[in-house]
C-alpha cells in the first residue's frame, strides 16, 4: 500500500488574487483552476517542478473560515518551501516583493528564511 498527501488547504480571500501572489511572486505553477459553483473554484498551485503536494487555495465561505484567513496555524510557521538554490530563490523573491520577516540564517538542517504570504501566513524558505 502506498498513501501520500495530495494537497493542503490554505484558506484564501480571493481565487484571482492568490493565483497571481502563487503564480507571480513565488513563481508557481497553477496546475487545475476548475469552476464548480458561482462561488466556488478546484485551485492548485505548486512549486516549479514539484511532483508532490500540491496547495489548495480554498476560497473562505464562512465567518470561521474567514477568521482564519492568514493565521491558520495560530502565528507558527505553516508550510516549508525547499530550494535547491537557496540564495537565487531568496534574491529573486525579494525582488518580486515577498515579505521576509526573519533574515536568512545557517541552520544544522540548511540555510532558513522565514516570509509571510500575502495573507500573513508564515513560511521557511529552506535550502
Given at each position: 500500500?502506498?498513501?501520500?498527501?495530495s494537497n493542503i488547504s490554505l484558506i484564501?480571500?480571493?481565487?484571482?488574487?492568490?493565483?497571481?501572489?502563487?503564480?507571480?511572486?513565488?513563481?508557481?505553477?497553477?496546475?487545475?483552476?476548475?469552476?464548480?459553483?458561482?462561488?466556488?473554484?478546484?485551485v492548485r498551485v505548486a512549486p516549479p517542478?514539484?511532483?508532490?503536494?500540491?496547495?489548495?487555495?480554498?476560497?473562505?465561505?464562512?465567518?470561521?473560515?474567514?477568521?482564519?484567513?492568514?493565521?491558520?496555524?495560530?502565528?507558527?510557521?505553516?508550510?516549508?518551501?525547499?530550494?535547491?538554490?537557496?540564495?537565487k530563490d531568496y534574491n529573486r523573491m525579494?525582488?518580486?516583493?515577498?515579505?521576509?520577516?526573519?533574515?536568512?540564517?545557517?541552520?544544522?538542517?540548511?540555510?532558513?528564511?522565514?516570509?509571510?504570504?500575502?495573507?500573513?501566513?508564515?513560511?521557511?524558505?529552506?535550502?
Amino acid at each position: 500500500m502506498s498513501q501520500h498527501i495530495s494537497n493542503i488547504s490554505l484558506i484564501v480571500d480571493d481565487y484571482d488574487e492568490a493565483i497571481s501572489y502563487f503564480t507571480q511572486k513565488l513563481q508557481f505553477t497553477l496546475i487545475e483552476d476548475t469552476v464548480l459553483s458561482e462561488t466556488k473554484r478546484w485551485v492548485r498551485v505548486a512549486p516549479p517542478g514539484s511532483k508532490g503536494t500540491a496547495l489548495l487555495l480554498a476560497k473562505g465561505s464562512t465567518e470561521e473560515q474567514l477568521r482564519r484567513v492568514g493565521n491558520q496555524t495560530g502565528g507558527r510557521v505553516f508550510l516549508f518551501l525547499q530550494s535547491d538554490d537557496f540564495w537565487k530563490d531568496y534574491n529573486r523573491m525579494l525582488k518580486a516583493g515577498v515579505v521576509f520577516i526573519r533574515n536568512p540564517v545557517v541552520e544544522s538542517y540548511g540555510t532558513v528564511a522565514v516570509f509571510k504570504d500575502l495573507y500573513g501566513n508564515l513560511w521557511d524558505l529552506v535550502g
